[in-house]
């Protein structure tokens, strides 16, 4: 048996080149076969057919066209968020530039817990990360796996400032990672601020301050899940300093704006934050995974810090090799910011705000179809890239069938939010090659889905 060729070494890019041929290929073919933004025929006819590609998991002889298989398959199957139509979720199309920059940090295969495994990857981490915490306003910022494990950094942050208690407060609105997160913290149980119509509500923030005994962390949201909505973040940072609770703001939706001219004042207070949740794998167009928490205080991470010989000895980090166990809780983690920076620097701010911009745009003219619509009732004009509406006179049920009714058909993929006590259709635009006539056939895709 012959052995099999690596990615990496002299031999790589030879072993390599046929393989990518086929992956292309069968990413094609998969597209073909699917024809749609998803599969047909809901989770049975897709896990079917995934068997069948499948076979034995395990056999006892390899398959040397197992590549061209499951590939093919997985595009078959998959939700394929370049699809104008697949607009649920905050799932963006990656950029070709920014997945070609992540097949080489695959081949290479740098592992950020120990310089000597990552020495170029670890000096471009550290420049970069630096420089979106500036963009943000902020000091320094650490690459997470997205918005789960900034917020949960964010109230490990928080507690160890805090001398290892701290009570979050947040609005009904805000990310479920935030709870969740007090609780896998052993943290008190948060205490939850009204949000009407979906965004924090000051007034009632102010009432909580005033009352709850001390340490708080005060975590604001700029682009919830559901609406797309930013609180109002400059009042919410004059309150954190009036009454000296922590702020934390998660803007792993709303963050991408900070590159558009046009619409980064709408993060207008992010600067006060003393922790921001960023997302690139959203309004970045990052393949996943492309997370950040950016910190005010590079000082607090020094909490991070953990020891282990084999990896950050005393006598290596006095000699001057860098010490990464506190840039993360991970211990293996892969060179995503490699991605980051190509993107960054291939578009530069100028064309990652135009593409902003772009899905911005869109989202305010699908909008603005909806409402001209007497067929549909709309929720209010997008915030960011996000539209809430639903068939008008329709119950909830009604809603629900309309979605999984596409989703089944496999002709669209919309999302669902439930706001104001009602539920909504949910569409996200974050594909800026959407086309007005894609959202005007999304609309009649509905219109025709919905029941007499």
Request: net charge negative; proline share 8%.
């Amino acid at each position: 048996m012959s052995m099999p060729p690596l990615a990496s070494g002299p031999e790589g890019p030879d072993a390599m080149r046929p393989l990518l041929g086929t992956v292309l290929d069968a990413l094609a073919a998969g597209s073909v076969e699917r024809g749609g933004p998803l599969p047909v025929g809901g989770p049975e006819a897709v896990a079917a057919r995934v068997a069948g590609a499948l076979g034995d998991v395990l056999p006892d002889t390899g398959d040397p066209d197992a590549l061209r298989t499951l590939v093919r398959a997985l595009a078959a199957g998959a939700a394929d968020p370049a699809d104008p139509l697949c607009a649920a979720h905050l799932h963006c199309p990656p950029l070709a530039v920014a997945t070609a920059a992540d097949l080489a940090a695959s081949v290479l295969n740098p592992s950020l817990d120990s310089w000597d495994q990552a020495p170029s990857a670890s000096a471009l981490e550290t420049a970069v990360t630096r420089a979106l915490a500036r963009t943000a306003g902020l000091a320094d910022a650490l690459v997470t796996t997205g918005g789960t494990e900034s917020n949960q950094l964010a109230l490990l942050l928080a507690r160890e400032a805090h001398g290892g208690s701290v009570r979050l407060v947040c609005s009904a609105g805000a990310h479920h990672s935030l709870p969740r997160a007090a609780w896998l913290l052993g943290l008190p149980d948060p205490v939850v601020i009204p949000a009407p119509h979906g965004a924090l509500d000051p007034a009632a923030l102010d009432e909580a301050l005033t009352d709850l005994p001390r340490p708080l962390l005060v975590a604001a949201t700029a682009g919830t899940t559901d609406a797309g909505l930013i609180d109002p973040l400059p009042e919410i940072a004059r309150l954190c300093a009036a009454h000296g609770a922590r702020l934390h703001i998660d803007a792993a939706y709303g963050g991408g704006l900070l590159f558009s001219d046009r619409h980064r004042d709408l993060l207008a207070g992010l600067e006060a934050a003393q922790t921001v949740t960023l997302d690139l794998h959203k309004l970045g167009w990052q393949p996943v995974a492309a997370g950040l928490l950016a910190v005010a205080r590079p000082h607090e991470l020094a909490v991070l810090h953990q020891r282990a010989d084999y990896l950050n000895a005393d006598d290596d980090t006095d000699a001057g090799l860098p010490d990464l166990l506190g840039r993360s809780l991970r211990t293996t983690r892969r060179a995503d910011v490699l991605k980051i920076a190509v993107t960054l620097r291939t578009l530069g701010r100028r064309g990652l705000g135009a593409l902003v911009d772009q899905v911005c745009a869109r989202a305010g003219e699908f909008a603005a179809l909806v409402g001209e619509h007497p067929g549909f009732e709309l929720y209010d004009r997008p915030a960011i890239s996000t539209v809430l509406f639903r068939p008008a006179g329709a119950d909830d049920a009604a809603v629900a069938a309309v979605r999984r009714r596409l989703l089944r058909e496999g002709r669209a993929v919309l999302g669902r939010a439930r706001l104001d006590g009602r539920l909504w259709l949910k569409v996200t635009v974050l594909n800026p090659r959407t086309r007005p006539d894609d959202l005007a056939h999304l609309l009649k895709l509905v219109e025709g889905s919905t029941p007499g």
